[in-house]
């Protein structure tokens, strides 16, 4: 098909098939496959089957990751204005293994981890002051309704 979504005539497509075969006769193309070659790859194709993702850890085996990384910083971020604390034995821990650090924070205040259904509030409304007293331990619905009664008061 080209592009004007008709097929191609017989007369182009022989055409088309002369000048691929011309442009594998070149030294240009006799390179193209040893760079393919030499990457490990037979064709074009970037993912085959059984291939692993990038992202699944095992096949990371020469490059630097986690603290031998260039660009570790310590394992904390930021992240939508919260504070995040790479903790990757956490029970609540992202698929990354980072935890906000206000929930570490009231965590260790408190003495036990905290469960789902309990949020944490920042009372100045500021998400990275997570000094103890400026935090406060609430379930989902009571920190939904206080964020509600702010917005709704204020107007």
Wanted: charged share 35%.
């Amino acid at each position: 098909m080209c592009m004007h979504n008709k097929p191609h005539s017989e007369e182009a497509k022989n055409k088309i098939k002369e000048k691929i075969q011309a442009w594998r006769k070149t030294s240009g193309y006799q390179d193209y496959l040893e760079r393919q070659r030499q990457r490990g790859r037979k064709s074009n194709t970037r993912f085959k089957k059984g291939h692993k993702p990038y992202t699944d850890g095992s096949n990371l085996k020469g490059l630097q990751a986690g603290k031998k990384h260039w660009k570790w910083g310590g394992g904390r971020i930021t992240a939508f204005g919260y504070i995040l604390i790479h903790f990757p034995d956490h029970p609540f821990k992202s698929r990354k293994g980072y935890v906000q650090e206000h929930r570490l924070i009231m965590e260790k205040n408190i003495g036990r981890y905290l469960t789902r259904e309990e949020v944490i509030h920042h009372i100045n409304n500021k998400k990275d002051d997570n000094r103890i007293d400026n935090l406060k331990i609430m379930t989902r619905s009571e920190h939904t309704k206080l964020h509600l009664r702010e917005r709704y008061a204020t107007s």
